[in-house]
């Protein structure tokens, strides 16, 4: 699905912002929303708290609390699984091949692996934030955000707040006491109680062998606020969950198979004029510098600009990976990750930035900045037009990004601007 994979970008980001405000440590703030944990690495009693419609549970643990933020990168091969079964006065950072929750976290849960089992017993007292292909959800958690292939929400998973969920197929049976607000191809929030009639106990004149459907003990949702999902289909068997709040449906548009349409490719080409006119006349007025500078890298530092995409797009995600094996990196790692995603971004548009100022210099009459912004909406439509050209278009696409790249690194080190700024300045 397009949306799919949007989201999942989406969810990337909201997961990186996470990380960086949550790297201090993190315990729980408000006493009446969350139990907390002793910090004095005794024997203590858990008692999670649910509502009327559960059970009151207690966890008593023998283990010491692991008193800080947790960070694993854990697992050499596809069947290598980690299992999380800590008490953590904290916030816990996971990533691995299979990963397994069943103990509990005071704070935040972040988690990317290919496939993730949360069992009855683990608890998560503020959010959990899961990139998985597969997720298996018995337990608790207070808010969840989840992208993936594959959402199974055993009878037991239970959701304190709100479930936002992206994925394929959701498989919804558990318990969310706010709102749902779900896309996806495939749900199933209802599934019916089948016995097989061996000795003909339901029903004298059902045959023996067959099954049959027990109605009183299907399993479904239980959510207490509005249920809102977008789907190209509508969900079967809604009316048999337990949904308290409204039921809200958006029909998502299904691409065809023969691939975009001459609209989609107007669509996409207006959006992305757009953006570069509007990124354009921002740095005109707030770093004009920028701008007069761009026109040096069309031409003289055009293979230095390359060069130093070339070298940024390869070493930063090293680093990164580095400083999340340290583990007292991740902030640092992460805010990095951020930054590196935010080049990428305006890439395109910079590298078109830089062609136009260069075919400025040939033209007299483009001698104001208004005149410099309507001059960049032909040439991002030309070198847009180009980028879809097969073969063509990826060349082009590839020498546009890394230039683009480089020419901000540049620009951000270069001996020279800085030289100039401290003269203006003094």
């Not at 559960?54 to 854990?74: Q, S």
């Not at 055993?154 to 959701?170: I, K, M």
């Not at 006491?177 to 003909?200: F, H, K, M, P």
């Not at 995600?317 to 080049?343: D, E, K, N, Q």
């Amino acid at each position: 699905m397009k949306k799919f994979k949007l989201l999942m970008t989406v969810l990337s980001i909201i997961i990186a912002m996470s990380l960086i405000l949550t790297n201090a440590r993190v315990l729980a703030t408000d006493s009446s929303e969350v139990d907390p944990i002793s910090e004095t690495g005794e024997e203590v009693e858990v008692q999670e708290e649910v509502t009327d419609e559960g059970t009151d549970e207690h966890i008593n643990e023998d283990e010491e609390i692991y008193e800080d933020d947790l960070y694993v990168i854990y697992g050499d091969s596809a069947s290598d699984e980690y299992v999380m079964d800590k008490l953590v006065d904290g916030s816990v950072y996971i990533i691995g091949a299979n990963v397994k929750i069943t103990g509990i976290v005071a704070g935040n849960l972040f988690v990317i692996a290919q496939n993730v089992e949360f069992d009855e017993n683990a608890t998560v007292q503020i959010e959990a934030y899961v990139l998985a292909d597969k997720i298996t959800f018995a337990g608790a958690v207070y808010d969840m955000y989840a992208a993936c292939n594959e959402f199974d929400m055993t009878d037991t998973g239970y959701v304190n707040r709100d479930l936002r969920l992206v994925a394929d197929t959701a498989n919804l049976k558990g318990m969310v006491v706010r709102n749902v607000n779900l896309i996806a191809s495939d749900i199933d929030v209802y599934d019916e109680a089948v016995t097989n009639n061996e000795e003909g106990t339901v029903d004298e004149n059902t045959i023996a062998d067959e099954t049959v459907v027990d109605e009183a003990n299907g399993k479904g949702l239980v959510c207490y606020g509005n249920f809102n999902y977008t789907s190209g289909k509508q969900v079967e068997d809604i009316d048999k969950a337990q949904i308290m709040g409204e039921v809200k449906y958006t029909e998502e548009k299904q691409t065809e198979d023969s691939g975009l349409s001459i609209m989609d490719y107007v669509i996409d080409g207006l959006e992305n004029t757009v953006f570069i006119v509007v990124l354009y006349a921002v740095l005109i007025f707030l770093a004009p510098k920028f701008v007069e500078k761009a026109k040096e890298y069309f031409g003289t530092r055009t293979l230095l600009a390359f060069a130093v995409g070339v070298a940024f797009t390869i070493l930063v995600p090293i680093i990164v990976l580095c400083l999340f094996l340290t583990g007292v990196g991740a902030g640092i790692g992460m805010l990095l990750l951020m930054i590196y995603f935010t080049i990428f971004i305006m890439s395109f548009a910079i590298a078109t930035i830089i062609v136009n100022e260069f075919i400025i210099t040939k033209i007299s009459w483009v001698n104001n900045a208004w005149k410099k912004v309507l001059m960049i909406v032909p040439v991002s439509i030309v070198l847009f037009i180009l980028r879809k050209i097969p073969v063509v278009g990826t060349v082009v696409s590839m020498i546009m990004f890394l230039v683009g790249v480089g020419t901000i690194i540049l620009y951000q080190f270069d001996k020279r601007s800085k030289k100039e700024t401290v003269k203006e300045e003094v």
